[in-house]
C-alpha cells in the first residue's frame, strides 16, 4: 500500500466521487424523464470505475484495474440496453 500524502489524495478523491454518486441517487429515483435517469445511472456507474481504479492506486493492487475495466463495459452495455428497450417498449417503468 502507498504510504504518506499520495495515498491520502488518492482516498479523498475516491471518496469524492462517492458523494457526486450518492447525490445523483435522487436524480436516479425522481428523475423527470427516463433519459435524465439513464443518464444519472450512467453517471454513477463512471464515478465507481474512478473509485475503483483510484483505489487499485493506492493499495497497489493491479487486479482491481481489470475489474475497473470490466465494470466499465458492463455500464456501457447497461446504458445501450435500457436506451434500446426504452425507445422500443416506450418506458422502463
Known sequence: MIEGPVST???????????ISVVLLGRILVGPTMQDRVIALNVVGSNVVVVIALLAAAMELPAFLDVALV???????MSIAISKFTVEQGGVL
Open 9 to 19: 489524495i488518492l482516498f479523498a478523491g475516491a471518496l469524492g466521487f462517492v458523494t
Open 71 to 77: 465494470y466499465a463495459l458492463l455500464n456501457f452495455l
